[in-house]
């Protein structure tokens, strides 16, 4: 049973225009906030919304009416449905797509190739109701119509709603391996791009050339040319 009526605006709608219950008591059965029932009752909210009977589909009795408007405290309780529905059985096996919309699909399959990799193929086919091997032939490029394919949301086709494609591609991005030989360009350490300034003036001072130690060692080289000619 669920805690609130259905369509509670409109039942908010009802029970302001055909009974004298308080707007606390309307905002509670309903489950909306007090000053959204007094919007409504002044008319600056659910405009154009139609009311609906919760007499006529059994969420309220009339008894349970008058004891409200009888006690200002008193909290309307929601009557149990009379209708049972069937729980829905787990479906099986691919999707169903409407005819109509089957000739969408190779399009949106390119979209989940494209945008999500990761998925697999067998995710693939539960999203948009294909077969592998058409999955195959998009990936591969061999479909007939590859050439008029353009990429398409299956989201906005209809195929799948966005809490199904959300929940598949965060089950892939869960099984899929996180890849920690790469981490991504970090900076070096301060000890490494520092060290080669401390290194420097070292470096530097061992290449500066003595000038004069040159040109005395050019003299001593010429005099002993000289030297060996006279010889």
């Known amino acids: 049973m669920s805690n609130a009526p259905l369509m509670p605006k409109a039942t908010a709608v009802w029970l302001l225009d055909n009974t004298a219950l308080t707007f606390d008591q309307v905002a509670d059965f309903t489950k909306m906030h007090p000053l959204e029932v007094r ?132 089950r892939a991005a869960k099984e899929k391996p996180i890849d920690a030989a790469y981490g991504g360009a970090t900076l070096l350490p301060a000890s490494e791009t520092t060290k080669k300034d401390e290194f420097e003036p070292a470096e530097k001072s061992s290449d500066d050339l003595n000038v004069d130690a040159v040109f005395a060692k050019l003299k001593t080289l010429g005099g002993k040319k000289q030297e060996d000619e006279e010889e």
Request: proline share 8%.
């Open 39 to 170: 919007a409504i009752a002044d008319g600056d909210a659910a405009q154009g919304i139609k009311g609906m009977d919760p007499l006529s589909n059994g969420q309220l009795t009339r008894e349970e009416i008058e004891k409200g408007e009888n006690n200002p405290d008193y909290r309307l309780r929601l009557q149990e449905s009379k209708v049972v529905l069937p729980p829905q059985p787990k479906r099986k096996g691919p999707r169903y797509t409407p005819v109509s919309r089957r000739h969408e699909r190779p399009s949106a399959i390119l979209w989940l190739l494209r945008s999500h990799p990761e998925l697999k193929d067998a995710q693939v086919m539960r999203l948009v109701g294909t077969t592998k091997s058409t999955i195959a032939s998009v990936r591969d490029r061999t479909h007939w119509n590859t050439s008029q394919l353009t990429p398409i949301d299956p989201v906005t086709l209809g195929l799948c709603s966005q809490i199904e494609l959300d929940f598949e591609v965060a």
